[in-house]
């Protein structure tokens, strides 16, 4: 790794405060990092899908890959591909259950069209 990609790792690491995380949603967060050992944090991203463009992305890290940023967010590791920064900023993230249904929502208020379902967006 180049020395001025640490430098920008460590800046992002410390400084950038762009998403929010719902306290129903770091508990579940934290029992799900905490269910495997090699488990480090969480990825947040974005994937082509659905009709209206893109739907966000969660999954568990077990290891760093090289366009990773990361950031500590409510204590919690958040690692976030470098290209996707701009259309993740501002997400809000909820864990939400009702009856046996389990589902965590990413709310952004820069989302211009929702698809009917709810799962996929376009961006300003």
């Known amino acids: 790794m180049k020395e001025s990609d640490s430098k920008k790792k460590a800046f992002y690491k410390n400084s950038w405060k762009k998403i929010i995380i719902t306290d129903h949603a770091i508990k579940q967060i934290i029992f799900l990092i905490h269910s495997n050992a090699n488990n480090k944090g969480i990825r947040i991203g974005i994937k082509k899908s659905g009709c209206a463009g893109f739907r966000y992305t969660m999954e568990l890290v077990k290891k760093e890959k090289k366009e990773d940023l990361i950031f500590s ?45 709810g799962d996929s967006f376009s961006i300003n």
Not at 87 to 92: D, Q
Not at 102 to 117: A, T
């Open 73 to 117: 967010i409510n204590n919690i590791l958040v690692y976030i591909n470098s290209k996707h920064i701009s259309l993740i900023e501002g997400v809000k993230i909820d864990f939400i259950q009702n009856n046996i249904n389990k589902v965590f929502k990413f709310n952004n208020k820069k989302f211009e069209n929702l698809c009917g379902c």
